[in-house]
């Protein structure tokens, strides 16, 4: 992976450097999706979508598959089918699931700040104990 670097950096004189790849990088496996309209992911949005070959030959690799959609402006990182695989007992997906409603209700209320909804620990159990009809999670398992 470091030859095919050295050789795209040599064939083309954009000015990148291996820095702005390793940025790039770092910046997809961390924060998974990067989007063009978000002003601090924008160059490493464009410097993958320019290489992106390598980058996914390089995630590739990692056991990484990576998505672009240059309509809606993304790029993805997803993890390989094998890797994909989390078993959650049934309390861990509704708790999920509950999250995930709570997200839908805060967009389209328009609640959002910077692509999250935030919500306050007890109001998310609260929420939890009135859509599952469940008794709470304990408090570790809530942490976890």
Known sequence: MLTDLRRLLDREPTGHTEADFRDAAQALLSRQFLY????????HYRLILRNF???????????????????????GLLPDDEESYLPLDLEETQLLFVARLIFEEGV??????????????????ARYEALTRRERPRLQAFRQ
């Open 108 to 125: 389209e209320a328009r609640e959002t700040r910077e692509g999250r909804v935030h919500v306050d620990a007890e109001d998310l159990l």
């Open 53 to 75: 070959e390598y980058f996914r030959d390089l995630f590739d690799a990692l056991g990484w598959q990576i998505h672009a959609d240059q309509d809606f402006g993304y790029v």
């Open 36 to 43: 063009l309209d978000q002003e601090r992911e924008a160059r």
